[in-house]
T-cell receptor, first 114, second 112 residues
Framework: DAGVTQSPTHLIKTRGQQVTLRCSPK?????VSWYQQALGQGPQFIFQ???????QRGNFPDRFSGHQFPNYSSELNVNALLLGDSALYLC?????????????FGPGTRLLVL | GEDVEQSLFLSVREGDSSVINCTYT??????LYWYKQEPGAGLQLLTY?????DMKQDQRLTVLLNKKDKHLSLRIADTQTGDSAIYFC????????????FGQGTTLQVKP
């Protein structure tokens, strides 16, 4: 049973560019959440997708957008990259409707903005 | 408000017990979680506790919850060098769906 997978593993971009990160949830999960983890910090919630819609959003600007596909996989898009967007981007999947909706994380995509 | 706080660093000798502490602010949190992160890796779920429980034990791990003081702890018995990692405490936001709110993480160093 595959866990949460993310691609790519690493990415280098320059300021002003746009980036798309991808996530496939754990088998049986229908909900995908995205987090940003800056160096030395805990993960910060960006948003969550369920039924192909953004269900909840954290305190991130509109430059951060996402999408969920009918197969439950998800993309995170970041436009007009800033140096401060350099971080580990983590995807987590869960099953809505279960008692605790535990989130399981992927290995992350490390983004470096130069 | 929603905030989770942890001490930043803990050093123990191999074979000793480790206790990692966490305080949180959202009294409506139903579930609280402990995750482990090894260098360059994602987060691994270690265990979780439901808010109506005081304690949960899972092999070498013991979670204690003091809901009155909003204090959560993770005890690792017989700590091994492979336990060296960053440990994150997390609570669900007040809606109990959606976002997890994480602490800054406690770096556990295990000396042989």
């Amino acid at each position: 049973d595959a866990g949460v997978t993310q691609s790519p593993t690493h990415l280098i971009k320059t300021r002003g560019q746009q980036v798309t990160l991808r996530c496939s949830p754990k088998s049986g999960h229908d909900t995908v959440s995205w987090y940003q983890q800056a160096l030395g910090q805990g993960p910060q919630f960006i948003f969550q997708y369920y039924e192909e819609e953004e269900r909840q959003r954290g305190n991130f600007p509109d430059r951060f957008s996402g999408h969920q596909f009918p197969n439950y996989s998800s993309e995170l898009n970041v436009n007009a990259l800033l140096l401060g967007d350099s971080a580990l981007y983590l995807c987590a999947s869960s099953a809505t409707g279960t008692s605790q909706e535990t989130q399981y994380f992927g290995p992350g995509t490390r983004l470096l903005v130069l | 408000g929603e905030d989770v706080e942890q001490s930043l660093f803990l050093s123990v000798r191999e074979g000793d017990s480790s206790v990692i502490n966490c305080t949180y602010t959202d009294s409506s949190s139903t579930y609280l979680y402990w995750y482990k992160q090894e260098p360059g890796a994602g987060l691994q779920l270690l265990t979780y506790i439901f808010s109506n429980m005081d304690m949960k034990q899972d092999q070498r791990l013991t979670v204690l919850l003091n809901k009155k003081d909003k204090h959560l702890s993770l005890r690792i018995a017989d700590t091994q060098t492979g336990d060296s990692a960053i440990y994150f405490c997390a609570e669900h936001g007040s809606s109990n769906t959606g976002k997890l709110i994480f602490g800054q993480g406690t770096t556990l160093q295990v000396k042989p």
